[in-house]
């Protein structure tokens, strides 16, 4: 093996390090968002949270309008960031309250799809 080989599979192996690593992050927070919920509000704060929820509502209605226009956007990365400021709210205001909620507003929902239908 010449050095350049060595050099480059050592490369290689931090890079799959860093790789595994990742997937690994990947699907710890995948699996349990309301811990990384709780502990960005924990490190932040509910004010500086909130901040950011209103922030990130604001850039969804820019790209939603982006769409619309025929213009390219990125609704998808905010769509995320408001799912993720979201779901902070829901813990910030209740989880509980804002399920039940949410329950039903999607009953609410369905029953208009349905007489839509006619
Ligand atoms: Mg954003």
Redesign the pocket.
């Known amino acids: 093996m010449t050095y350049d080989q060595s050099a480059h599979i050592t490369d290689l192996q931090a890079r799959n390090t860093g790789l595994v690593e990742r997937v690994r992050i990947l699907e710890r927070v995948a699996n349990d968002q309301e811990s990384v919920y709780r502990r960005a509000l924990d490190a932040f704060g509910a004010d500086a949270q909130i901040d950011m929820a209103i ?2 509502g604001a ?2 209605t820019v790209e939603l309008m982006h769409r619309k226009r025929g213009r390219q956007h990125n609704a998808p ?2 769509i995320a ?2 799912l993720i400021t979201a779901g902070q709210m829901r813990l910030l205001f209740g989880a509980e309250a804002v399920d039940a909620i949410l329950v039903g507003k999607l009953a609410d929902l369905e029953q208009r799809i349905d007489g839509a239908k006619g």
């Open positions: 922030e990130e850039e969804l990365e905010e960031d408001v």
